[in-house]
C-alpha cells in the first residue's frame, strides 16, 4: 500500500496548484496531470487487487451507479490516452440505459478502463469505440469495445 501513498501527494498537489493557475493551457496541462494520475493510481490498484485474488480476499460490492456517470468517467480518462496515440475515442449508446445500474463500481470502471485501455494500446489507426446497450429481456447493459 506505500506505492499508493505518493501518487496520492501528487494528485493532492495537482489540485492545490490548479487552485492557484489562471492560465488556460496551464489548468489544462495540471487536468492532464491529474487524469493520468488516477489512471496510474489504478493501475496501482490493480495490482493490489491481484495480490487480494491470490490471496483469496477480494471482495465484489453492489450499489447503484449513474451509467452516464461511468461512461463519462471512462471516456475522460481515456480520450487523453487515444489522442495521444493519435487515434480517435467513441462513446456509443444504442438504445436508451437506465438511470443507474446495480454494480459494483470499482471492478465495472476497471474492467471498462483495461478492456478500452487495450484497445488503444493496439490500435495503430483509426478509432475505439466503447458502446453501451440496455438489455430489457435480462435486465443488463452489455457493453462492447471494437478497435
Known sequence: HEIRT???????????LAEHLADAD???SVET???NGKYLLQIINDILDLSKIDAGKLQVGRERV???RLLGDIDSLMAVRAQDRGIELRLSIDGKLPDAIATDPVRCRQILLNLVG???KFTESGHVEL???????SNRI??????
Open 142 to 147: 452489455e457493453f462492447k469495445i471494437t478497435d
Open 66 to 68: 449513474s451509467v452516464e
Open 33 to 35: 496531470i491529474r487524469r
Open 26 to 28: 496551464n489548468l489544462q
Open 131 to 137: 458502446r453501451a446497450k440496455y438489455l430489457p429481456e
Open 118 to 120: 487495450n484497445a488503444i
Open 6 to 16: 505518493p501518487m496520492t501527494a501528487i494528485l493532492g498537489h495537482a489540485d492545490i
